[in-house]
């Protein structure tokens, strides 16, 4: 008979992202390719958290819809009303470059 063990400090619990994808198209394929680049688990969530919110402070419009005015609007909206750091506005960056 094998007993459970504990999971130790250092070890990996993935973190699934069906909850940010909830059965959008657009989201499963960004999720789809991300996998088949074999980013990581946490940058997987994080860029496709910032689609998400992306998307719905745009009312859920396509981002291919909106252009550069679209990207500046939402990144003065994170800094003037969400009052994030450099750093983060950054990362949100880093994943529209991944999209795009």
Do not use: C
Not at 35 to 61: C, N
């Amino acid at each position: 008979m094998q007993t459970a063990t504990a999971p130790d400090a250092n070890s990996h619990i993935p973190i699934d992202t069906d909850n940010i994808v909830r059965g959008s198209m657009l989201l499963g394929d960004l999720r789809d390719l991300l996998r088949r680049k074999h980013y990581s688990i946490s940058t997987e969530q994080a860029y496709l958290d910032w689609a998400r919110r992306y998307i719905l402070f745009h009312g859920k419009r396509h981002p291919n819809d909106m252009g550069e005015a679209g990207i500046v609007a939402f990144l003065n909206h994170l800094a003037v009303h969400r009052k994030v750091a450099a750093s983060t506005q950054n990362h949100f960056i880093s994943s529209i470059v991944f999209n795009r």
